[in-house]
Each structure stands twice: as C-alpha cells, then as structure tokens.
C-alpha cells in the first residue's frame, strides 16, 4: 500500500491536557499533539473538525473551538452524546486518544475579512462558531463591526460563560444574548427564540456577512428573518452537521445532494446549498 | 488485434497465474456462478450476469484497514496483483467510475491500490443477459470502448481479443494469441456489435426520470408510496456496484489491541444518516428511497469514462434482487407514470 503519510485515514496520537467542565453533560478538551507536531503546523482554520478516535469505540467528527491564533492546545467542545463522546467523557487528564484532521471547508476568512459581522449561534454551534469568533477577535483590526448573537434553551446551558462575560470590558464587539425559558427569573437579557434578538439591535443588511451555526430548527427561522432583513443570499454562510464516518468524502453517510458535508462543508454557503431540499 | 482459439483460454488464464491472482467466473457445485480464484475444473463460460457485482475485489464488504497493537494503528499490507476475467462492461465501467470517485481530491490508498494492481479483462456480451439489463441505456455496454486491459468478444470457436492498454498488450503477448488482420473476422465484430446493441432496447423512462428529478419533479406522495413498500433490507445497495457507501468499526482483541474494519453500508438504512444527538435528516423510508435513487439518477459524484450516465451503469441487479420491486428500472418507470 502506499507510505503511511499518504493514506488518508491514518491517526496522530494526541494527549488529553485538560478536560474542563462546561454546562451539564458539555466539556472543552484541550489536546497536546503527541508525535512531535505543533498545532501551529497542524494548520487548521476556524470552522473546521477532526475526527476524534478512541481505539475499541470508534471515530467521530468533532468540530474545533479554537482559533488558529491560539496554538497552545487544540480545543474541542464536546456534549456526552454518542458513543465516543461517552468514552472521551469517562476518560483522565493525561490520556492517549488519536485524531485525524484538520478536515472540512472552515468559515471563510477572505470573504469576511474587513467586512462586518453578525454571528448568530444557537446552543452548542456556538462550539465551531467560537473558533471564528475568537479569530476574528484575535486579529480585531482586519475585521469591521462585529455583532455576537447567542441563543440557548435556559440561562443554565450557556457555553463559554466567562468568555462571553469577559466582552462586557470590550467596546468593540456588540453581543445579545437570549433564552427560549427561564423558569427561574434570573435572566437579565432577552427570553424567547434568537431570532427575537433581530428586533433589539440596529443591522446594515448589505455591509454585513451573516454566520450561523446551531440547530436545524434555528435555520430556518434565522434565514427568513436575514432574507426579510435583507441580507444578500450571497451574504449567508452557515456550517451544517451531518452523521459522519470518515470525514474525507468517501464513506457517504454526510452526502447532502451533490456535495458531502465533510469536504465541501461543513461551512456551506446559503447559495450553495439553497435548492437543495435535504440541506436545511 | 489479436484471436485467441476457445481450447487454449483455460491454459491462457493458468498461464496468468505467474504474475496476477486470476479471478474468473465458476460454476460452484450448487450451480450458482461465483467469481472467484480460478478453479479450472468449476470454470465456466455460461456465467451470465453474475449476482454479486466485482466492486467487492476493490472495496471488499469487510476489509481491516488498521491493526491497532498497544493503541498504535498500524496499515494493512497490500495484497498482490489481481486479473478479473470475463467482467462485463457494465461492472467494468462501474469500477472506474468508483475508482475516480475514491481516488478525487483525497486519495483511499486501499481503493487506489487494488485498482492499480487489477487487470480488467472484459468479456462483451452479444446481448442483454436477462430483462433487467439497460447498459445501452446507460451507455455502459455491451462492449467498452475504453478503461480495460483486453476485452474478449466470443466468435464461437474463436476469441477476437482488443487490447486497451499496455498492461492488456503484455498479456496477450504469448503464443496463443495471434494476429488478425483477416477483414472477414472485423466484419463480424462489427456485426457482432451492431446486433448485441441492438438486442438491449433502450428504457426511455430512465432518461426521463432523470430529467423529472432534476427539475425536482417528482413529489414527496412518491416517495411515501415506495417507502412504505421497502423493507429496507440494503440488498439493493449490497448488489450494486457503484454503491460504495461504508461504515467504520472496532474489533477488539485485547487493551488497546484489534482491527479497525469497515464494511459495506447502505443509505438505506435509517442508523445511516442518524446523529448523536438523534436528529435524523433523513429520518423518514420515504426520504432514504429518494436518497438513494437521486444518487443514482441526479447527483453524481464520479467521473464519466465514455459518456455514460454516472452512478447508474444499467446491470439491472437492484431490480433483479429487490423482493419488493423497488429497483432504479421500477422506479423510473414509476416517476414517469406519475407525471
């Protein structure tokens, strides 16, 4: 067969640094890379994934927290949700799992640089988005205008509490925040959907590039309201999540129409994916 | 061009031995045809369309990919060189159709290696091998006109032997074969070929199907009426040879020791799309039948060898196989009745 280095699926051994509590059931992993590599090398942009592999359990697709400007660990923000995640989630600090990657098409950086930005995330998307997000905080001068909007179920499973928190200090991001519910009354900002943060802060549709990443359900209802705002279709990017296997197209579990949302995604933009039914 | 004489294929293949691992139709005791590593007492050339398609020799259904010893994962050897005989030209075209699938953009060393290391020799055929095949519809058959290595027309004593590559020209290079240059015998190769064409009638509906999918013509009414007739058994994808969908899994012998392994897989099946959250984008019979059959007819992502359709090469195998009458040939036919 071919040299190691060429073959596509081949894993690179990497160290859990930490495994820092989130929200219920959420955790961010910090890995070192354990061949000698640096992460610097590794090279990945915001909006990419890895695929995670946890030998006798299997592999899945995880998507990266954080910017290529942070190259001390690589992050990942991870819900116990399937069989992996579980055993990524019972093991320590220190232990040896494998990852393959940088895979996927990341946020578009050339398209957004100098342009301004409204970042709508819902619940966990905020886990890829945070990856441009802290990007683009990273490199502040070559981005416009930027505006956070971040959606959760209840005041209790806000991810990145003390990041989101620590813009309160800066003058140069714009952030809202909203819950569906707060039972309990302690919320101070916006309850109801993200897409009622639209009404609560003033937008220019036609300077401004739109990024979204959450739930299926928060698409639909975040693209009516950019359409009716005005956003440019062109304006519209948006990672997708798919069931995925190997993660470099060829498995075919993450096929959406024509495209394969591991190599042509996870990022898609809207004109890209718009006609076809099974995207969104 | 060159002739090989019916009496001396037998010692030909044997001969292949030295250098390939010969794989050729057999007629197992059961009757059943195989192809398998030649047997030359169960070798037959009353083989037909064999059930299963060659995509196995290529992406066997269970393949280990890695053998993970104390957590390092460790690839699996190639194995030798490898003659497929006597493959038809719609499984022909299949498999290179797959390849430029699996070796675009990233490469799948597993695939591209066994392609490398196979010779194709395709066998025509003088017409269709039962009433499922379409390959003139497909512009798969029924002969290639390029991708093999040799390819043998039967002239009843005789093998008339065209040669599409340098590969194919070293294997017909020994004694047996000889030179035709007799324009009796190209005659009847065209004549061969103008009456096998014409036998195979070509399905209009497959076309029109195809152009109704592609203006999204076909609604969802359709595709609940075949959902609920499938019983998602997968069979369809299992027969079919452009089917390369997979899935990954771990065997495990001991700590941190046992085989990565991936199998053939299936669109058809719900666990196929469904995440760990338990979101399911195609979380419905109805939307997996129509998954499936607009990768076959609308979205393709392989290359076109000769102006073939992509995806679907015409063996006509899902509608021999499926117990319930859902293959491509059925539902064409259906798309454009309901129009």
């Known amino acids: 067969m071919g040299t190691t280095a060429e073959n596509i699926y081949q894993l690179r051994p990497v160290s859990i640094v930490r495994s820092l509590p989130q929200i219920k059931e959420h955790r961010l992993f910090q890995l070192k890379l354990e061949d000698g590599g640096t992460w610097d090398a590794f090279g990945h942009q915001p909006g990419q994934f890895v695929e995670v592999s946890i030998f006798g359990v299997g592999e899945a697709p995880i998507s990266i927290s954080s910017p290529p400007t942070r190259s001390e660990h690589l992050e990942l923000c991870v819900r116990r949700a399937g069989s992996v995640t579980n055993a990524l989630f019972d093991l320590e600090k220190g232990a040896a799992i494998h990852i393959r990657g940088p895979y996927g098409r990341g946020f578009p950086l050339d398209v957004l640089r100098g342009k301004k930005l409204l970042l709508v995330a819902g619940g966990l998307g905020l886990a890829p988005l945070r990856s441009l997000l802290l990007y683009v905080l990273d490199r502040r001068s070559e981005f416009d205008e930027i505006i956070l909007m971040y959606g959760t179920n209840n005041p209790e499973n806000v991810l990145f509490k003390y990041e989101l928190l620590s813009f309160y200090d800066r003058d140069d991001i714009r952030y809202l925040y909203s819950v569906d519910r707060d039972e309990e009354g302690i919320w101070k900002q916006y309850v109801g959907v993200v897409t009622g943060l639209f009404d609560r802060t003033a937008l220019s549709p036609q300077e401004t590039y739109a990024v979204l990443c959450g739930p299926p359900i928060m698409y639909r209802f975040v693209l009516e309201r950019l359409l009716k705002l005005g956003f440019p279709k062109e304006h519209i990017y948006m990672s997708l999540e798919r069931m995925m296997k190997c993660g470099v197209g060829k498995c075919g579990h993450c096929a959406i129409g024509d495209k394969y949302c591991c190599t042509d995604g996870p990022v898609f933009p809207y004109r890209e994916i718009e006609l076809i039914k099974e995207a969104i | ?339």
């Open chain 2, 1 to 339: 061009m060159k002739g090989l004489a019916k009496k001396d294929l037998l010692s030909v293949l044997e001969g292949w031995r030295g250098l390939y691992s010969v794989l050729a139709p057999l007629r197992r005791e059961q009757g059943d045809i195989v192809v398998d590593r030649l047997d030359s007492d169960r070798f037959t050339l009353e083989f037909g369309k064999p059930s299963l398609s060659p995509k196995g020799i290529l992406l066997p259904q269970s393949e280990v990919t890695f053998n993970v010893e104390e957590g390092a994962y460790r690839e699996t050897p190639a194995k030798g060189a490898t003659l497929l005989f006597g493959v038809r030209s719609c499984d022909a075209m299949a498999i290179l159709q797959s390849a430029s699938f699996m070796t675009r953009d990233k490469e799948d060393i597993y695939y591209r290696s066994r392609f490398e290391d196979l010779a194709i020799v395709v066998m025509a055929c003088e017409g269709p091998q039962n009433e499922t095949c379409f390959c003139t519809t497909a512009s798969t058959g029924p002969w290639l006109r390029r991708g093999f290595d040799l390819q043998f027309y039967d002239l009843g004593d005789l093998f008339f032997v065209e040669t599409g590559s340098e590969r194919g020209a070293e294997l017909s290079s020994g004694e047996q074969f000889i030179d035709i240059t007799d324009s009796e015998i190209l005659r009847k190769i065209e004549d061969f070929r103008e009456k096998a064409a014409a036998a195979i009638p070509v399905v209009h509906e497959v076309k029109q199907s195809m152009t109704m999918l592609q203006d999204d013509g076909v609604g969802d009414d359709f595709w609940n009426r075949f959902g609920s007739k499938c019983i998602v058994c997968g069979g369809c994808a299992f027969v079919c040879p452009t089917c390369t969908c997979f899935n990954v899994y771990d065997q495990v012998r001991g700590e941190g020791s046992g085989q990565r392994i991936r199998t053939w897989d299936a669109c058809l099946f719900g666990g196929f799309t469904r995440e760990a959250s338990g979101h399911n984008p195609r979380g419905s019979q109805a939307l997996r039948l129509k998954r499936r059959h607009e990768h076959k007819l609308r979205y393709f992502n392989e290359t076109d060898i000769q102006e073939a359709l992509c995806g679907c090469v015409g063996c006509g195998r899902c509608s021999d196989y499926c117990p319930v009458h859902i293959g491509t040939l059925e539902v064409a036919r259906a798309i454009v009745q309901s129009k």
